[in-house]
């Protein structure tokens, strides 16, 4: 019954890599496409008839992209990196102009606005004030506002501040304002690995848990979530899903989904960054 149907992926070749050895066992075809071209890609994979699910892209401007092909054909996009809240969300900071998923699309990790407000109810908790540090940049800005809306407690000057939280990319000025209050420790969100922040302590916030027998460099890169995907498929195949329409009732169900697409409680941890950039998992939050 499985070699009858279709699961197309648009994925690095890790997590393509960890999605096939799953599918391949289950006697699944599946059709890879790579990176190169996440748009046609997923054109193809919405006019195969044998398709029944697609996992990937893996950026979230790719999956915005793709869902206007796989959307429109009631595929279901399985997004296992994917966290601008634009790509489930239509009512949070940042999704302005969000992805028309027409309830298609499942998201394998935490959106940035959970994030922001794990990392929020985290220092309300512990009575610490953060000097807020977000790029003039898309990410920055999308992040300032989740913050807000975490309430996540500010000091507007670093002497009134407990900690630095960066909202940031690696190379953009921001990096250089944070690296000026040291010794304050940070707190940063994705996207600044390998930047000089300067002699402090650090940690990253993120959607990864650390799984036993997954190496920390395989973890943060997603290659759990592809392996993921791929047996949330097999699952809804086994117990009888037989069509786009059922994989996709029975993986959001499987999965623990809400209506929107995202996790119920998804995991959400800070890190402990050393001064090469190598992480440790410190905490859940």
């Known amino acids: ?53 697609l996992l990937g892209p893996y950026r979230s401007a790719a999956v915005a992209e793709a869902m206007e092909a796989s959307a429109p ?63 003039a940049h898309d990410y920055g800005r999308q992040l300032d506002g989740q913050l807000r809306l975490a309430g996540l407690p500010r000091a507007e000057r670093a002497e009134d501040a407990d900690l630095v939280v960066l909202a940031g990319l690696a190379g953009e000025p921001e990096i250089a304002l944070v690296a000026e209050s040291a010794p304050l420790p940070v707190i940063a969100f994705d996207g600044v690995q390998g930047a000089a922040l300067g002699d402090r302590k650090i940690r990253a916030v993120l959607p990864y848990a650390p799984v036993d027998g997954v190496p920390t460099d395989e973890l943060l890169v997603g290659v759990q979530q592809g392996r993921r995907a791929a047996e949330l498929v097999i699952r809804a195949l086994t117990e009888g899903a037989n069509d786009r329409e059922t994989v996709l009732a029975a993986v959001r169900r499987l999965g623990s989904f809400d209506a929107h697409g995202d996790l119920h409680d998804p995991p959400v941890w800070l890190w402990r960054v050393d001064s090469a950039w190598n992480l440790q998992a410190d905490r859940p939050l």
Do not use: F, Y
């Open 1 to 53: 019954m499985l070699r009858a149907m279709r699961v197309h992926s648009i994925l690095p070749d890790a997590l393509t890599r960890a999605a096939d050895a799953k599918l391949r066992a289950a006697g699944l075809d599946h059709v890879a496409h790579g990176t190169a071209d996440p748009v046609n890609a997923a054109a193809e994979a919405a006019a195969d008839p044998q398709a029944i699910a």
């Open 73 to 135: 054909a009631g595929l279901a996009l399985l997004a296992p990196v994917a966290t601008w809240a634009g790509v489930t969300r239509d009512d949070e900071p940042g999704c302005e102009d969000r992805a028309r998923h027409r309830g298609t699309v499942l998201r394998l990790l935490a959106r940035d606005t959970e994030v922001a407000i794990r990392l929020g109810n985290h220092l309300l908790a512990a009575g610490e004030r953060a000097l807020v540090v977000a790029g």
